[in-house]
T-cell receptor, first 114, second 116 residues
């Protein structure tokens, strides 16, 4: 079974600092990988996705993530945090094969300090 | 394009009652998936409907059931509510494309269910 581990349930950064949110997955076959953001009292918004091809993926709002097969990781980064980035972030996998359901990590709450 | 819509936005029920949540998919989408997001946790897959049939199911009891209508909209029903059913229920829609490895899911804003 697929699983996703997000290291750090809470991350705090100063405005303008680097954002790094960690995600590791377990899979015998490389899955499709996603990062979603959830603002308070809202649904999930897709930030970026990795399916095939280039391992460095750029998403919305200046975020990017790199798929590293050897490390089974898909960490999310942003060079300079903005106050509006404060939200909960979820890493998710969509396993290859016939299964068509997303498996989510437990989430990382990002706080941006002024 | 209205995107995925869900109703109601909030709901309060008591233990033992039954509840029905509704979802309208994004225009052009034919598949609806339901997720439960408990407080402080990531969403968990409940089930997926395609062509008016339940195609996949997560690890949820039979108290959770659903339906998909010919217009692709969907309902989630939960019977004999427990306190632990309190959560945000998210609906996601997608379009099944034969031969494509994945189908991007678009999420609605969710229905917040509180069971007292």
């Amino acid at each position: 079974a697929q699983s996703v581990t997000q290291l750090g349930s809470h991350v705090s950064v100063s405005e303008g600092a680097l954002v790094l949110l960690r995600c590791n997955y377990s899979s015998s076959v490389p899955p499709y990988l996603f990062w979603y953001v959830q603002y308070p009292n809202q649904g999930l918004q897709l930030l970026l996705k990795y399916t095939t091809g280039a391992t460095l993926v750029k998403g919305i709002n200046g975020f990017e993530a790199e798929f590293k097969k050897s490390e089974t990781s898909f960490h999310l980064t942003k060079p300079s945090a903005h106050m509006s980035d404060a939200a909960e972030y979820f890493c998710a996998v969509f396993p290859s094969g016939s299964a068509r359901q997303l498996t989510f990590g437990s989430g990382t709450q990002l706080t941006v300090l002024p | 394009d209205a995107g995925v819509t869900q109703s109601p936005t909030h709901l309060i029920k008591t233990r033992g009652q039954q509840v029905t949540l509704r979802c309208s998919p994004k225009s052009g989408h034919d598949t609806v998936s339901w997720y439960q997001q408990a407080l402080g946790q990531g969403p968990q897959f409940i089930f997926q409907y395609y062509e008016e049939e339940e195609r996949q199911r997560g690890n949820f009891p039979d108290r959770f059931s659903g339906h998909q209508f010919p217009n692709y909209s969907s309902e989630l029903n939960v019977n004999a509510l427990l306190l632990g059913d309190s959560a945000l229920y998210l609906c996601a829609s997608s379009y099944i494309s034969v031969g494509q490895g994945y189908n991007e899911q678009f999420f609605g804003p969710g229905t917040r269910l509180t069971v007292l």
